[in-house]
Nanobody, 120 residues
């Protein structure tokens, strides 16, 4: 069973930066088998994909965060990061870490989320 624990959410001023972390455990070589992603959900809104990275290191970003957010992996630490820059109030949301296996049976694992609030 894959377990994901997010951390790093905080209150930050507009224009500021923040780095979220997602510690993964429960299976060996997780990043060789799972695509890792960050999703977010603002109040009264649908959960949306923010950034994805695949086992072959291809990435995909939501248009709203391209050029501002960067997803990366530290395999030695079994940790996925989301570096967020030039934050705006529209980035305020609960951010969730996701691990996905796309096969005959698709598997998705989620962390419990970490709150990011962008406000002065």
């Amino acid at each position: 069973q894959v377990q994901l624990v997010e951390s790093g959410g905080d209150l930050v001023q507009p224009g500021g930066s923040l780095r979220l972390s997602c510690a993964a455990s429960g299976t060996s070589n997780i990043f060789s088998h799972f695509a890792m992603g960050w999703y977010r959900q603002a109040p009264d809104s649908e959960r949306e994909m923010v950034a994805l990275i695949t086992p072959i290191s291809s990435t995909n970003y939501a248009d709203s965060v391209k050029g501002r957010f960067t997803i990366s992996i530290d395999a030695a630490k079994n940790t996925v990061y989301l570096e967020m820059n030039s934050l705006t109030p529209e980035d305020t949301a609960v951010y969730y870490c996701n691990a996905a296996f796309y096969g005959p049976t698709s598997l998705h694992y989620w962390g419990r989320g970490t709150q990011v609030t962008v406000s002065s």
